[in-house]
């Protein structure tokens, strides 16, 4: 049976999805994982969320065509709109999710929140975000389709991130998530493709990424595969 807060994640994908915001935005963060139950379906894959955390990345230049009012249509399942930090990231908060908008960092003095007209939002700007939406796929999440993240990029992003992380907790979650969607790669026979996106990364990140699995336990094969 699935959880409250994921019939709440389906509700909020389908109000996006009928006012047209879904086909403009990438779903990213940890709820990617559920999504890619669609991708691997015939390998062994059973993630598990713990977060309250929807993270929806809008590629630059903004595509949207018409403004939608999200407060309007978010209001009725008690979100509302809060702010975070010095510099007041606009995040949708619910008891069960947090909603926040997130854009690619490029330049100087491009951490300032980026306003989203559109949609009535300012969005965080963030490093790396390209490499997520500039190879992208479309998955069934319940019952409406999503832009997400390639697996590949998914998984190695988030290695790459782990090794910044000051928290051990957040390191240790980054790793177990990106182990996960590598071994069902691997067990899907995805391992050219994985190896594709890896060539095209910046060396500095290759060899995170190698550092990183040489170090973890249980994950030699999957070193091997970007070796």
């Known amino acids: 049976m699935r959880s409250k807060q994921f019939e709440l994640c389906c509700e909020v994908l389908r109000r996006l999805d009928r006012e047209g915001v879904l086909k403009h935005v990438v779903l990213i963060g940890s709820w990617c994982l559920l999504a890619y139950e669609d991708f691997f379906t015939d390998v062994r894959y059973r993630p598990g969320i713990r977060t309250r955390d929807i993270d929806f990345l809008i590629p630059l230049p903004p595509q949207f065509d018409h403004d939608v009012d999200l407060e309007a249509v978010l209001q009725d399942l008690d979100f509302v709109i809060s702010h975070k930090g010095r510099d007041g990231y606009m995040q949708f908060v619910h008891e069960d999710l ?7 960092e490029r330049g100087r003095d491009s951490d300032k929140p980026f ?6 939002v300012n969005a965080q700007p963030l490093r790396f975000m390209d490499f997520l939406a500039d190879n992208t796929i479309r998955l069934r999440f319940g019952d409406v389709g ?4 390639h697996p590949a990029n998914f998984a190695l992003l988030k290695l790459i991130v782990s090794a910044r992380r000051t928290k051990s907790v957040k ?17 899907s026979g995805n391992e050219k493709v994985l190896r594709k996106v890896f060539d095209k990364m910046p060396k500095t990140w290759q060899k995170t990424a ?3 699995l040489g170090e973890l336990p249980l994950a030699e094969e999957l070193a091997a595969v970007l070796s």
């Open 210 to 212: 190698r550092t990183i």
């Open 98 to 104: 947090m909603l926040e908008f997130i854009v690619p």
């Open 146 to 149: 999503v832009t997400v993240p």
């Open 115 to 120: 306003p989203i007209p559109a949609l009535g």
């Open 171 to 187: 390191r240790e979650n980054d790793q177990r998530q990106a182990l996960e969607v590598l071994r069902a790669l691997r067990d």
